[in-house]
């Protein structure tokens, strides 16, 4: 048993749900109207690309291969959390895409050998698609803790001068807005894990059980890639927010205004 | 400090600055709002750097790395108010918990500086950012007493004292003959024998100049 494929009509009365919130947005003047249409018709020709290039790299299979496409994905994400905050690119793309890199491959190489236990680590079947519901979940997080942390950083900014005059090293006077970040960035993620099953099904069981699978082993995929997705999120914003206070602070503990775009 | 000199955009808050603090010694620093006195202390504690001009501590000119071990030999006590948010007892558990700081509660000294100051014993379970301007100052106050430094940064202390209390507080600092005592303060108290009282004012006239 397999899915059934969408048809050409099916997916002309698809792009017709568009018209209400097209319509309520003209009514409510939203200013909607074109970023809906915008974001439909980016989606249509990045999901098409992707369904065309994802035919091709799983009937090649090359582990090489698929490795640069995880590493394209981990690039685009950390270019995303930046252009999403105020920092100056130059200065973070680096240490952003090792940060996910590190985190995000390090948890997909130990969920495809310990926990599903593939022969082939590099399998585009599940290395891709697990890649992109790890690194998409990091992204979000990263967005919020990131832009959290700075926010605070700087709305902050005497509270943290007092914790330094007060004889805090720059690690302990940051640690309440560490603390806060974390918090913020993960709650979301550890909301989702809390409720899964009963308010939401996952995408990835959704498609499992339409794409011919038990409900039995879509659930157990479930299980596994929650957790995965929860630890790899953890790691990946403590990593970012240790690489920012690392960063973006002077030899005096002071903070580095001039690493913010705009200056 | 040697001439000093900050900039901020292209005003210039000090030019030329020079000045010199004795151990033991009590200092008032005064002069109109905006003219630099609370830069004076940010210099000081490396939370800015002079544009030229060096700082000297126990000898040493003032890098980062020193700007460092003032902060964790210096009490200051800012005149913005806003140093922590919560349950106050809870605030001078993380202070305490820095390693700089670590040891130096001492719960019976705690008590007795709150009586010293009027303050009542549940203002510890209060939360900092609901208490009044003055019970913030002595809270400030009695923080920077508790971790057992020697010199003490002071910027407007005691203005939202009253008289009684202001008195108390500069008999404290200005008592203690160990003490060197730094005071931004425009109350009339703090000019007492004994202390040395800096007119920034006066000496912006006849201060040198940037290049």
């Known amino acids: 048993m397999s899915a059934t494929d969408i048809t050409l009509t099916g997916i002309v009365f698809c792009f017709l749900l568009l018209m209400i919130p097209v319509l309520i947005s003209y009514h409510l003047n939203l200013k909607l109207i074109g970023s809906t249409l915008e974001a439909a018709f980016r989606m249509t020709v990045q999901l098409a690309f992707v369904g065309f290039f994802l035919t091709f790299v799983f009937e090649l299979n090359n582990s090489m291969l698929n490795i640069v496409w995880v590493l394209f994905m981990v690039i685009v994400a950390s270019y995303t959390v930046l252009k999403n905050s105020q920092l100056k690119y130059s200065s973070f793309i680096i240490p952003l895409v090792t940060a996910f890199a590190v985190t995000n491959v390090g948890m997909l190489l130990y969920f495809n050998s310990f926990v599903i236990g593939l022969d082939d680590l590099f399998e585009a079947r599940y290395f891709i698609p697990i890649a992109g519901m790890v690194i998409g979940n990091s992204l979000r997080a990263n967005i919020v803790g990131i832009n959290d942390f700075c926010d605070q950083i700087q709305r902050n900014e005497n509270r943290y001068l007092s914790s330094l005059s007060l004889g805090a090293e720059k690690y302990e006077a940051l640690k309440p807005y560490l603390r806060k970040s974390l918090i913020n960035s993960i709650r979301p993620t550890l909301a989702n894990m809390a409720t899964v099953g009963i308010v939401f099904l996952p995408g990835m069981m959704t498609g499992q059980i339409i794409g011919g699978s038990s409900p039995l082993t879509a659930i157990e995929y479930q299980i596994a890639i929650m957790i995965a997705i929860y630890v790899a999120t953890v790691m990946n914003i403590m990593l970012c927010v240790l690489i920012l206070m690392y960063r973006v602070f002077d030899e005096y503990g002071i903070f580095r205004k001039d690493l913010l775009k705009g200056t | ?211």
């Open chain 2, 1 to 211: 400090m040697e001439g000093v000199c900050v900039t901020a955009g292209d005003r210039s808050i000090l030019s030329g600055f020079d000045m010199s603090v004795a151990r033991g010694e009590k200092v008032l620093i005064k002069g109109r709002s905006g003219i630099g006195k609370t830069t004076l202390f940010r210099l000081m504690l490396g939370f800015r750097v002079p544009s030229s001009g060096i700082l000297y501590f126990e000898g040493r000119p003032m890098d980062a790395g020193l700007a460092w071990d003032i902060r964790k030999r210096v009490a200051h006590i800012s005149q913005d108010s806003d140093i922590g948010e919560g349950v106050v007892r809870d605030m001078l558990e993380e202070i305490f918990s820095y390693n700089a700081n670590k040891g130096h509660f001492d719960p019976e000294k705690l008590r007795s500086l709150l009586v010293e100051l009027s303050l009542q014993e549940d203002v510890l379970d209060k939360k900092f950012e609901n208490l009044s301007g003055g019970e913030k100052q002595r809270i400030a106050i009695i923080i920077s007493l508790l971790t057992k430094k020697d010199i003490f940064l002071l910027d407007e202390i005691t203005s939202d004292l009253d008289a009684k209390l202001k008195r108390k507080v500069v008999d404290m600092f200005v008592g203690n003959p160990s003490w060197t005592v730094m005071a931004i303060s425009h109350d009339s108290e703090w000019e007492r024998d004994g202390v040395r009282v800096i007119d920034l004012e006066k000496l912006q006239e006849d201060a040198g100049v940037c290049d």
